[in-house]
């Protein structure tokens, strides 16, 4: 790492602070009021607790403290969070980090970019030869010690000169190895954060265990981070951003893109694994300004927070010439995205059934721009949390977005409230069906559960990732649902035509076109089913996985929670919501059984064997030759299939799926459209194989043609 603090060579400037653009305050309690402002919400924000202001509120607000100091420095107070390294603060970890652990200086736009560039460049003597472009990850910082090759302790930020000891937690952190590849002596540094898709998962495990939500995902991962002995299965996952010691072989001058490449070929989880817009050197300050534009229109669909871009001096020389202050290097510096956090006026509160009969509180708002997406409505998680809360209609609230999650809301201006305003009275009853509510958890649910929820379950069961039934879209199934045809999905399997052409504007062609569909559904494998119910806490590949390890339903329905548990991925929390809610299914599957719906998962384990499922004999495509599955990333389009089914049919031929292009992945398959990680896989020398090549070889193992497809796993 080179971050070294030092005093800064003759003739340096100060680095660039935002203070120059903004406006002082009048007088010292204004100041006094600020800082004390500032000081609670980072706090918060160190902490990952819910958030007091949105971030541009907050740098805007650190922008007047550093002004005001700037103008009347007899105001200044001593501890000022403006000069802290980590503002707000208090130490109390107890592992002591080898050189502090610093903070970056923010710019807001290309003409603070460009005057942090000047400066640096004159601050050099010379120009920058190289620049870094990376995403500023938004999580918690961590420090990581390998000792041999062996992670022995990982500590949190903390004060910046002290913090947490999380290493139990943080082994579990996707993307931070136990064991590097080679035996190396390093410390790495970098962020530890919760993906979206993870942050739902542990969101639902929290509410269906009475516990209120995380309020974003930087809190879902310090909450796990720190949730020592708790058996959270939602994963952390671990981007790093800086290394010390040697990985690059003998010194002398290197550089963060080499060091990152090393650590990458060690296993560690570097930005330039994240996606295109992962690590991008550039030559000049034009480079560096598109590369930070695409990594904004990109922030999107990156799949976690990620709230500004970090421009960096590539080269290591450079780097310890430009050195550091007290609280942030000089060789890098923070390009802030506008906060993912904003506000807008709540117009009403609705309320959703879902598909298990959960009843959820859902916000209208007025519609508000949240990184690239307008936004219309926003989960309000649950009515005690609205409560709690106290958020009323026509209050100004706080809107919250990260990538795919559903937008939330996270609190109300209360400044702002209209004096007149009422207090949110939550129903007394079920609003569909008028029954009775269970309200003794926190996720409150009609007592009538999946059968007040038929309409959604329904319509799920029939979505093209799970029985795929083509034709049973959603207005169909309300109005199935409607006169009371079908109550539950195994209603479906007894529908006959001429009962269907009693509905609107169904004709005798599409109603046996619909029959003969439904019936078809039969055939899916056990996976599908399970997706298909939508056993609670489980996902798409979850439901994969549990079908492969017991092959049958009926093995998965006489599984204890202890067995659940072999299952990759489920701990005891989620084993014993699964073996609960399988017992509320099992009318249902009863049903399905009845009516010849496959209840077996193909080439897993056969019904009758005891024990984990072997891989069956068309299985054995995707292995190594030791037999360990292969790990398969899937990129661009594959013929006929959506990422699901391509992940499926990875699966379904021995392998073992996975997002991100590693030195440890085994093949990359590469369809149109695919980006940077096929560039990845040629870059690290990983076998591609092109998508039309991977369609013939799903085909011909799916036909039963094992010479066809061991010539084309041998050709490729
Ligand atoms: S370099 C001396 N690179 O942002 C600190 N930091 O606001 C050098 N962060 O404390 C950090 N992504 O926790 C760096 N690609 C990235 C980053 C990154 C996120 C965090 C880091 C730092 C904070 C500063």
Redo the contacts with the bound molecule.
């Keep these: 790492m080179t971050?070294t603090q030092t005093d800064p060579p003759p003739g340096a400037l100060t680095p660039v602070v935002d203070a120059e653009f903004a406006v002082p305050f009048p007088d010292r309690t204004a100041y006094a009021d600020a800082v004390a402002t500032v000081r609670a919400a980072a706090a918060t924000y160190h902490n990952g607790s819910d958030l007091l202001m949105d971030d541009a509120a907050y740098d805007a607000l650190l922008a007047r403290v550093e002004a005001t100091e700037t103008a009347r420095p007899d105001w200044a107070v001593a501890d000022s969070p403006s000069g802290a390294v980590a503002a707000g603060v208090a130490a109390h970890g107890d592992v002591e980090h080898s050189e502090?652990?610093?903070?970056?200086d923010?710019v807001f736009g290309e003409e603070q970019l460009r005057r942090w560039a000047n400066r640096l460049e004159k601050l050099l003597g010379h120009a920058v030869a190289a620049f870094v472009v990376?995403?500023?990850?938004?999580?918690?910082?961590i420090a990581a010690w390998y000792v041999d090759g062996r992670l022995v302790r990982v500590a949190t930020?903390g004060d910046g000169r002290a913090g947490e000891d999380v290493t139990g937690q943080a082994r579990r952190a996707v993307g931070l190895p136990g064991q590097l590849a080679r035996p190396v002596t390093i410390e790495v540094?970098?962020?530890v954060f919760m993906t979206d898709a993870d942050f739902a998962v542990a969101n639902e495990m929290r509410t269906g265990y009475g516990e209120p939500p995380f309020a974003h995902p930087r809190s879902a991962a310090a909450g796990t981070l720190r949730a020592e002995g708790r058996a959270y299965d939602a994963p952390l996952s671990f981007?790093a951003?800086?290394v010390r010691g040697a990985v690059t072989g003998p010194t002398g001058e290197t550089s963060h893109s080499t060091e990152m490449t090393a650590l990458a070929d060690l296993g560690v989880r570097t930005?330039a694994a994240t996606s295109s817009v992962g690590l991008t050197v550039c030559l000049t300050l034009d480079e560096v300004l598109a590369a930070v534009e695409a990594l904004g229109a990109a922030r999107g669909v990156i799949g976690f927070g990620?709230?500004?871009a970090?421009v960096?001096i590539d080269g290591s020389r450079d780097r310890e010439l430009a050195g550091?202050s007290s609280r942030?290097?000089r060789w890098?510096v923070?390009y802030k995205f506008p906060a993912d956090t904003r506000t807008t006026r709540l117009l009403g509160i609705e309320v959703q059934i879902g598909r298990t009969g959960v009843v959820t509180p859902v916000a209208v708002l007025e519609p508000v721009q949240i990184s690239g997406v307008t936004v219309t409505s926003a989960t309000l998680h649950n009515f005690d949390d609205l409560t709690r809360r106290d958020v009323r209609v026509g209050d100004v609230v706080f809107v919250r977005r990260a990538g795919d999650v559903i937008p939330e809301i996270t609190g109300a201006k209360l400044d702002e409230r209209d004096p007149t305003s009422a207090p949110y009275e939550p129903p007394g009853d079920c609003p569909r069906c008028g029954g009775e509510l269970d309200r003794t958890q926190k996720r409150w649910r009609c007592l009538r559960g999946r059968a007040c929820g038929a309409h959604e379950a329904l319509a799920y069961f029939a979505t093209r990732d799970a029985m795929d039934i083509e034709g049973l879209g959603d207005k169909i199934v309300q109005m199935l649902v409607g006169v009371g045809m079908v109550t539950d999905p195994a209603d479906l399997y007894d529908l006959e035509p001429a009962a269907l052409l009693t509905l609107d504007r169904m004709g005798s062609v599409s109603a046996a076109k619909l029959v003969a569909s439904i019936q078809a559904s039969r055939q899916r494998p056990l996976s599908r089913v399970l997706i298909g119910l939508g056993v609670r806490m489980t996902g798409r590949a979850l439901s994969r996985r549990i079908a492969r390890h017991f092959g049958s339903m009926r093995a998965l329905l006489d599984a204890s929670i202890e067995d659940l548990q072999r299952v990759e991925g489920i701990g005891p929390d989620r084993a014993a919501t699964i073996a609960a809610d399988l017992v509320e299914l099992t009318p249902v599957i009863d049903k399905l059984v009845a009516r010849d719906v496959n209840m077996v998962e193909p080439g897993a384990a056969s019904p009758d064997e005891a024990g984990p499922a072997a891989p069956g004999p068309g299985a054995a495509l995707l292995r190594r030759p030791d037999g360990a599955p292969m790990r398969v990333v899937v990129t661009g389009a594959v013929p006929g299939l959506n990422r699901n089914e391509g992940n499926e049919a990875v699966e379904r031929l021995g392998g073992s799926a996975s997002s991100s292009v590693s030195a440890r992945t085994d093949l990359v398959v590469v369809g149109e459209g695919a980006g940077s990680k096929a560039d990845k896989a040629a870059a690290l020398g990983v076998r591609v194989m092109p998508a039309a090549r991977f369609a013939a070889l799903i085909a011909a193992h799916d036909a039963g043609d094992a010479d066809t497809a061991a010539e084309i796993m041998a050709g490729s």
């Excluded at 502090?100 to 970056?104: D, R």
């Excluded at 990376?134 to 910082?141: N, R, V, Y």
């Design positions: 971050d502090p652990m610093l903070g970056l923010n990376e995403p500023k990850i938004d999580g918690l910082a930020r540094r970098g962020e981007i951003y800086g930005t990620v709230d500004g970090v960096k550091s942030a290097p890098g923070a």
